[in-house]
């Protein structure tokens, strides 16, 4: 069967709990599992690995297609974010998704803003959230609202005896920090769902697919190339148990025109905490995650890559 758009909860709940009443589920995974994908949609071979990995291991698979307003500091850039929705439907249905739950904006937030939303706390004021401010609030905010919304009432099966739950929501490490944020989320407020992280996917020289990465000239896209590169650079050190030397990677930005580094960070993979021990003199040891931002032309880009 081929996949099936739906635009209210109701509708969303109502075909979740039919599919999975009717499915067995992939070979070896049995029934009653569901995998959630959450996007914004404007859907790229990035997006199209997580609804593949969902669909490799659940019996139903739902993607939302949401922009959602409230992670935007920038009424422009809302504005201005690509909205695709006859190619999102195509690439979903392809990786073979079963629903996209593609909800207006009324559906999502009927009384206008919310009064209450969660905070992300003081991990949400770094980093990106540095440059953004309110945006994780935003974030963590609707994907609150649709791990609730993407739950079936019935048909899911209980956690696994290794404790794994039948509710998984897949999220890509391309957006690190906003992982890490989902994950505290999940395990501070007691949310029964797996939180399943997706490696990056690049183009072939190296440049992280972004639904942003439209609005690049060719020109600005070569010099995006950097922030791969500059990040190439650290994990070769740290293969090599080298120091990191952050500033000769810093430099390396720099040094290429019409981009402006907001930062690059070594940061614990866990905590995102920074770990400064590693920037200067000392050989790269144990595993860290380097963040790098960067304005390049009209667009802000973010990379990062696991060390060690
Ligand atoms: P977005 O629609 O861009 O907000 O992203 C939706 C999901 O796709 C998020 O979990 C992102 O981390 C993930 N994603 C976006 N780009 C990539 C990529 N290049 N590789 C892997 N996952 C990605």
Redesign the pocket.
């Known amino acids: 069967m081929g996949i099936t758009t739906v635009s209210t909860i109701a509708e969303l709940k109502a075909l979740s709990a039919q599919l999975l009443a009717a499915a067995p589920g992939p070979a070896g995974h049995g029934g009653g599992t569901l995998g959630l994908?959450?996007?914004?949609?404007?859907l790229?071979r990035?997006?199209a690995?997580?609804a593949r990995a969902a669909v490799a291991e659940n019996a139903v698979v739902v993607a939302s297609v949401f922009v959602n307003p409230l992670q935007f500091g920038d009424p422009v850039d809302l504005e201005r974010y690509p909205r695709t929705t006859e190619a999102d439907l195509a690439v979903l249905d392809a990786a073979g998704v079963d629903i996209m739950f593609a909800p207006p904006v009324e559906e999502m937030y009927p009384g206008g803003e919310p009064a209450v939303r969660v905070t992300a706390g003081r991990l949400g004021e770094l980093y990106e959230g540095a440059s953004r401010p309110g945006h994780f609030d935003g974030a963590l905010t609707v994907v609150a609202k649709l791990l609730h919304a993407g739950r079936p009432d019935t048909g899911l099966a209980p956690a696994d005896p290794a404790g794994r739950q039948s509710y998984r929501a897949?999220?890509?490490?391309?957006?690190a920090q906003?992982?890490a944020l989902v994950r505290r989320m999940v395990a501070d407020l007691n949310f029964p769902v797996d939180i399943v992280p997706?490696?990056?996917?690049?183009d072939s020289d190296g440049l992280?697919?972004?639904?942003r990465n439209r609005f690049l000239s060719d020109g600005e896209r070569d010099a995006a190339l950097v922030l791969s590169r500059a990040l190439r650079l650290l994990r070769r050190r740290a293969d090599a148990h080298e120091p990191l030397d952050i500033p000769s990677a810093e430099e390396l930005v720099h040094m290429t025109p019409g981009v402006e580094l907001d930062y690059l960070e070594v940061v614990d993979p866990g905590t995102l905490a920074a770990r400064a021990e590693n920037c200067q003199d000392t050989p790269f040891t144990g595993q860290a995650l380097a963040l790098i931002a960067a304005r390049v032309g009209p667009v802000r880009l973010i990379d990062n890559v696991t060390l060690g």
């Open positions: 994908v959450p996007t914004m949609g404007a790229h990035g997006h690995e997580l897949y999220f890509g490490q391309k957006d906003q992982l997706v490696p990056i996917v690049r992280a697919l972004s639904s």
